[in-house]
């Protein structure tokens, strides 16, 4: 079955270092997403990809970067981590412009110390 | 600025019982609305979606209604279950916008038995 992936599932890291999330499809969706989740907000948008070597920023991307390589993976990148970005991670995928169900993956909770 | 507000923020029902959440949004232009179900450590699931012209749809237990006048909906949980305890997440989808969506706070629901 086709399914999206997240890892790590958990990480703690300290502020300043560089932290890399993981997402993997197997939807074959040129759509791919990057979203955070804290409380008291909804979903927030980072970056997005509409396919391979198309990224673009969303409405928190500040000290985030993403890269699209291959249609299978959006990986997330935290350059310098801060406290404020200990948050839950979640990705996503939908198959074109016009089907606009996104697919959510199981998420990653960062914690940044 | 596009929003999307929900009520309550938490709930708390007895196995068994009804209960409606409520979405009230003020994206524009409109494109169709979904409702969301994340379970606790899960990424968000697609449980229905209504278009401008659609003013109901269910699936299973669940209904959801749309105004798109007052732009208001609502999802009504009948026959509640423990299962049902999630959070559920209002999502408009902006007409015309490359599959952006805007996310509601969410309800947190309780079952008990």
């Known amino acids: 079955d086709a399914e999206i992936t997240q890892s790590p599932r958990h990480k703690i890291t300290e502020t300043g270092r560089q932290v890399t999330l993981a997402c993997h499809q197997t939807w074959n969706h040129n759509n791919m997403f990057w979203y955070r989740q804290d409380l008291g907000h909804g979903l927030r948008l980072i970056h997005y990809s509409y396919g391979v070597q198309d990224t673009n920023k969303g409405e928190v991307s500040d000290g985030y970067s993403v890269s699209r390589s291959n249609t299978e993976d959006l990986p997330l990148t935290l350059e310098s981590a801060a406290s404020s970005q200990t948050s839950v991670y979640f990705c996503?995928?939908?198959?074109?412009?016009?089907?606009?169900?996104?697919?959510f993956g199981p998420g990653t909770r960062l914690t940044v110390l | 600025k596009n929003q999307v507000e929900q009520s309550p923020q938490s709930l708390i029902i007895l196995e068994g019982k009804n209960c409606t959440l409520q979405c009230n949004y003020t994206v524009s232009p409109f494109s169709n609305l979904r409702w969301y179900k994340q379970d606790t450590g899960r990424g968000p699931v697609s449980l229905t979606i209504m278009t401008f012209s659609e003013n109901t749809k269910s699936n299973g237990r669940y209904t959801a209604t749309l105004d798109a006048d007052t732009k208001q909906s609502s999802l009504h949980i009948t026959a509640s279950q423990l299962s049902d305890s999630a959070s559920y997440i209002c999502v408009v989808t902006v007409n015309n916008a490359g599959n952006m969506l805007t996310f509601g706070g969410g309800t947190r629901l309780m079952v008990k038995p």
């Open positions: 996503a995928t939908a198959p074109g412009l016009a089907d606009n169900e996104q697919f």
